[in-house]
């Protein structure tokens, strides 16, 4: 099950690998446009490189483009980004005008898409496979139909349109395919004309016995 669980994921993986790369463009784009931001409000900032607390915060966080993003990324993730963010804000409030929406659209918003792009793609390719069952089955039915009609007409001695349980007495199990009785743990016909006899009325009609063993 655990197996199954990790190809599905897996697949799912590869089949959203396109959308993956555009909301990891996006991602990138909005890390790119807020460190420049952070440039202009933070890195400039006269009065935060005045104060010894932020100023070893902008120098080790804040110093030019480059490192600004990468400060971002921890904001993806939300790795520790309260001892960045809060000193800033303490000494010059107007930052969370410019805080908040790195939070709201980066860690939220942008994670969630992509939460929501794999959760897509996996409930896709849960109904495809589906689909391919019912169809696979379908298929199975419609070869084994005529069989079990078959094997019908041969349990049903009298010709009276129903197989009694003295009809199918002593007929070894090696009639049916084998795959029609995987499912089922029985250890003679009896055992199997109880289990499709529903309503115990001690007869089996053919769409009994036919719609039973499929």
């Known amino acids: 099950m655990l197996q199954l ?4 994921a897996n697949r799912s993986l590869l089949t959203a690998g396109q959308t993956m790369l555009s909301t990891t463009a996006l991602i990138m784009l909005a890390l790119f446009i807020f460190g420049c931001v952070a440039v202009e409000l933070i890195t400039h900032d006269n009065d935060l490189n005045n104060l010894d607390e932020t100023r070893d915060i902008i120098f080790r966080h ?3 483009l480059f490192t600004s993003i990468l400060t971002l990324l921890q904001f993806v993730t939300l790795d520790s980004i309260a001892a960045v963010y809060y000193p800033l804000i ?5 930052l969370i005008i410019y805080f908040v929406p790195i939070m709201v659209i980066v860690s939220i918003g942008l994670m969630n898409l992509v939460t929501a792009v ?9 109904a495809a496979e589906a689909e391919a069952e ?7 039915i419609k070869e084994a139909l005529p069989m079990l009609l078959t094997k019908f007409e041969d349990l049903d001695e009298d010709g009276s349109g129903y197989i009694s349980r003295d009809e199918i007495e002593g007929v070894p199990l090696s009639v049916l395919p084998p795959k029609l009785l995987e499912n089922v743990s029985i250890d003679s016909m009896v055992d199997l004309f109880e289990l499709l006899d529903v309503d115990g009325g001690g007869q089996l009609t053919q769409h009994e016995f036919v719609e039973g063993l499929l």
């Open 90 to 94: 303490v000494h010059k409030p107007l």
């Open 118 to 126: 794999l959760v897509e793609n996996a409930l896709e390719n849960a």
């Open 5 to 8: 669980l990790l190809c599905q």
């Open 62 to 64: 804040f110093p030019n």
């Open 134 to 140: 019912r169809l696979n089955l379908k298929k199975k």
